[in-house]
């Protein structure tokens, strides 16, 4: 009897200045099981954040609250993560989220790129 929910294997793309504003009234907030994600201690993440050039379609997963938003000390090396490519575009990044049950949430995002001098910056984010 168990379900199993749809859920991204991965998602990777290269580095970018965001092109528009971000348009909440479109596609972000017309997916009713993304807004059933929100709570007190998740928020609706982006696999690959909208500041760095990703989506806001189809890029949206429950994401810990302390690491989206950068207050803890995990969330803070993810933050760092997203500005540098913030800063530095045509850079390839990625994001693999991991599952150990049947839901659409990762227990781990692995999120990492390739940097200027070709090395890779990969680090693992517990999400629950």
Request: aromatic share 16%.
């Amino acid at each position: 009897n168990d379900f199993i929910e749809d859920r991204t294997v991965c998602v990777y793309g290269i580095s970018s200045k965001k092109i528009a504003a971000r348009d909440t009234s479109d596609a972000f907030m017309r997916q009713a099981e993304a807004r059933n994600w929100s709570d007190g201690n998740t928020d609706r993440g982006h696999y690959l954040g909208h500041s760095i050039g990703g989506s806001i379609y189809a890029n949206i997963f429950p994401q810990k609250r302390e690491i989206n938003r950068g207050t803890s000390q995990e969330g803070k090396r993810f933050r760092d993560m997203e500005g540098y490519l913030r800063k530095t575009s045509g850079l390839f990044c990625f994001s693999r989220p991991i599952y150990f049950d049947f839901s659409c949430r990762p227990f781990i995002i692995e999120f990492g790129y390739l940097d200027t001098d070709f090395k890779w910056v990969i680090e693992s984010f517990e999400n629950v």
